[in-house]
């Protein structure tokens, strides 16, 4: 591996770099968007027949907003549950743009390594283009100085799309995630609403 990376030059770190980076990003958004972490099954049903049976109250509020993003949602309506319908959407629409914020984090800087990698790649192949031109000397070409600049050239393009390839498809990837939980968000919390004021059952 080392061999590699001293045939690819000194471009190759700003690779290494982006990809130890990425895959910090990617290891962190695994782990944070899952949807038992950001919707749990039943805390509607939960959260309905605790409030059915002791009304809100603030351990219950408490309770939500430590327990998911979804939880937070739900208490950001339940402190307005005696508002009108109107009041209460505005106040859950309120906390899940905050929500979908936190879903987003780290999302942007994986995008931009995405997009930058092979731009490092390219760099790195023409630095190994001018070390080519630039082995010209009196005697001619200096094969070893050739080959370097080949190296660099080959190694720095082939490492900037390997780390963009996987790169964009976890950043499309949780992008679809975050739409999709964003929405379950968005359908349970109007349920949560229509269940307070009598509309549904």
């Known amino acids: 591996m080392y061999a590699i990376v001293e045939a690819a030059g ?68 339940l402190k307005n549950v005696k ?35 092979p731009l490092l790649g390219l760099f790195g192949t023409v630095v190994g283009m001018i070390e080519i031109f630039g082995a010209q000397n009196a005697a001619g070409n200096t094969p070893a100085v050739l080959a370097h600049g080949i190296s660099v050239a080959l190694y720095n393009t082939a490492f900037g799309l390997i780390v963009a390839v996987p790169s964009m498809i976890f950043y499309r990837h949780f992008r679809a995630k975050v739409d999709s939980l964003v929405i379950e968000m968005e359908q349970q919390a109007v349920k949560l609403v229509e269940i307070v004021h009598g509309d549904r059952r």
Do not use: C, D, Y
């Open 10 to 77: 000194w471009p190759i770190w700003l690779l290494i770099i982006a990809s130890v980076v990425a895959l910090a990003l990617i290891a962190e958004r695994l782990a944070f968007l899952r949807s038992k972490n950001i919707t749990p099954p039943g805390l509607l049903a939960e959260t309905v027949h605790e409030l059915k049976q002791r009304g809100v109250s603030e351990a219950m509020l408490s309770r939500l907003n430590e327990n998911s993003p979804l939880g937070r949602v739900f208490a950001a309506g």
């Open 83 to 117: 508002s009108t319908p109107q009041i209460m959407k505005e106040s859950i629409e309120e906390a899940g743009r905050t929500v979908a914020h936190e879903l987003e984090r780290f999302l942007t800087s994986l995008g931009t390594i995405a997009s930058i990698s």
